[in-house]
Every structure is written in C-alpha cells, then in structure tokens.
Nanobody, 121 residues
C-alpha cells in the first residue's frame, strides 16, 4: 500500500527557512504530478505549488520567489524549500501525488498526513 510520508515539522522565526520532504513508503510503478497544499486555522486548504512529472511548476502568488519545489525521482521524494517565512505561512502543509501504484492499477491521488509549520517570534 502506497503512503506519502512527510517530514520537516518546524517552528521557525519570521524570515527563517525550513525544508519539507515527502516520500513514498514503497516504490510505486509511476508517479505523475506532485504538489503541496496548506491549510491555516479557519481557512480552506489552498494550493502552494505543483510540479509535473516533467518538472514544470506552478506556484501560488503568495509564495513565488520564496518557496522552491523539487523532486528526486530516483528516491520517489519531493521537497519544499521555504525561505523568508512569515507568520501568514503558518499552516498544516500536505503533500499530494498522483500515483499509479502498480501496472494493473489506475492513477489516483494520494495525500500525506500533514505537517505543522509555525512561523512565530
């Protein structure tokens, strides 16, 4: 059973940096698009950034120039480097991936368990 495992829970001061990771628990057949979403208290979950299987990216305006997504296909791992963090970035961050687990299964969306990022002085 494929699972997405996140790491990088953190408390960071404004202006600081943090890197999140998201890895699959087992090696799936194919991983297509991957991405990060976040949900702040009292708000709806919102897109942070997505990266296609070919490496194309799409960032939310609020994080452009500060966050960088990358993926290591050999390790089935995705990263989110977050710089110049501010209190508005405080949220639970969720990774997601469109995965074809085996040759015989269809693509479906998988979600990580969520990781808390708190930006506070």
């Amino acid at each position: 059973q494929v699972q997405l495992v996140e790491s990088g829970v953190g408390l960071v001061q404004p202006g600081g940096s943090l890197r999140l990771s998201c890895a699959t628990s087992i090696r799936p057949f194919v991983i297509s698009d991957m991405g990060w979403y976040r949900q702040a208290p009292g708000k709806q979950r919102e897109l942070v950034v997505v990266i296609s299987g070919g490496g194309s990216t799409n960032y939310a305006d609020s994080v452009k120039g500060r966050f960088t997504i990358s993926r290591d296909n050999a390790k089935n791992t995705m990263y989110l480097q977050m710089n110049t963090l501010n209190p508005e970035d405080t949220a639970v961050y969720y990774c997601t991936a469109k995965i074809k687990a085996t040759l015989m299964t269809a693509f479906r969306d998988y979600w990580g368990q969520g990781t808390q990022v708190t930006v506070s002085s």
